[in-house]
Structures are given as C-alpha cells and as structure tokens.
T-cell receptor, first 114, second 112 residues
C-alpha cells in the first residue's frame, strides 16, 4: 500500500513565522497535491506537482509556495504565517498507472497560527 | 469549471440504510470516487466507479451512477456507529490533468 506521511499531526506557529509542511510518499507516485480543509468549505487545492521541480497553482495559492526537489517529497511553505492560514492541511498523491487514479491522502497536519 | 455538490449533513439510526447524494456538472468525468474521513484523520478511498458503469456493489456499499442526471449516490446498508464520518464525493477533472474535484463533504451522524 502507498504510504503518505505528513511530518506533523499538530503544529502551532506564531504570526509572521515561515512554516514548512512536509509530505513524503514511498510508492513512486508522480503527482502530488496540497489541500487545505476548512469547515463548510470542503477541500481547496493550494498547489500540485506532476514531476520533480514542477509545480502548478491550484485554486488558492496566495500566501503559499511549494518545493519538489525529489520525487518522493513535496513541501508546502507558508512564507509568513497569518491567522487565516489556521487550517487542516492535507497532502495527497496519485499514480499514473493502475486500475484507477484515486488519490492517497496523508493523515493531515492541523496548523494553528497564533 | 467542474462543480461537485453534496448536502452537508445526514442523520440516520443505527441499522438503517444511509444514502449520500452527489451531483456534478461535467459529463465527461471518467472516474468517480467516494472517500471517507474519520475525525482528525485524512481521507480514505472507499470505492470508485467508472463512468461506463451504472452500479457497483462492495459489501455494505452500493454506488449508483446516473450519467444522464449527473448524479452519484453512495448507499450504506445496515449503518453502524463506526460509519459516522464525513463522506466526500470526487470526480475526475475533464481536462485530463488527473486532478480530482471534491464536493464539500457530507457529515453522516449515526444515532444508536
């Protein structure tokens, strides 16, 4: 089974800090995604990547950047954390082969910015 | 762009059947999925259906697809308290980028 590991389950950061959220997968999936989840708003796509060093903006990229230096690792960076970035962050991967193309999700990181 | 809609909340009694509904806008979506999210956790793939199928059954789960009406449903038979979770419908993006478009999620509450 694909394993998608997010480095922290809970994180508390101060306003203005630079925050790194890490996501590592172990099954050689090409595509990786970062979402944030807020009550009543569902999942909103922040950034995604189809390959190493490639990145594409999602629906809400403002205030975020990403890095994909290695295939297995996709990092989400909050350049200067703000309280409106308090949220649950979910990483997902997707392989291009196989029977279907569903995502595999990590357990999520609940970030609180104070 | 593609839009996926779900009702936000459903409450059932233990032992009853639950039906969670989803509508989508793009008829060219090839794959349609149901995910389950338990409290404090990530999303877990429950089941999926290809667009050339009308129905798929997997133990207590039945997925129905009405392509004409762009309507997808998930039926859970003999609902248990352990089924209490948020259920997300997702469809493949028609642009062939591989992206999935998610609904807002339906919170299923199962009362004993």
């Amino acid at each position: 089974d694909v394993k998608v590991t997010q480095s922290s389950r809970y994180l508390v950061k101060r306003t203005g800090e630079k925050v790194f959220l890490e996501c590592v997968q172990d099954m050689d999936h090409e595509n990786m995604f970062w979402y944030r989840q807020d009550p009543g708003l569902g999942l909103r796509l922040i950034y995604f990547s189809y390959d190493v060093k490639m990145k594409e903006k999602g629906d809400i990229p403002e205030g975020y950047s990403v890095s994909r230096e290695k295939k297995e690792r996709f990092s989400l960076i909050l350049e200067s954390a703000s309280t409106n970035q308090t949220s649950m962050y979910l990483c997902a991967t997707q392989g291009r082969g196989g029977v279907h193309y569903g995502y595999t999700f990590g357990s999520g990181t609940r970030l609180t910015v104070v | 762009g593609e839009d996926v809609e779900q009702s936000l909340f459903l409450s059932v009694r233990e032992g009853d059947s639950s039906v969670i509904n989803c509508t989508y806008t793009d008829s060219s979506s090839t794959y349609l999925y149901w995910y389950k999210q338990e409290p404090g956790a990530g999303l877990q793939l429950l089941t999926y259906i290809f667009s050339n199928m009308d129905m798929k059954q997997d133990q207590r789960l039945t997925v129905l697809l009405n392509k004409k009406d762009k309507h997808l449903s998930l039926r859970i038979a003999d609902t248990q308290t352990g089924d209490s979770a948020i259920y997300f419908c997702a469809v493949s993006d028609s642009s062939n980028t591989g992206k999935l478009i998610f609904g807002q999620g339906t919170t299923l509450q199962v009362k004993p």
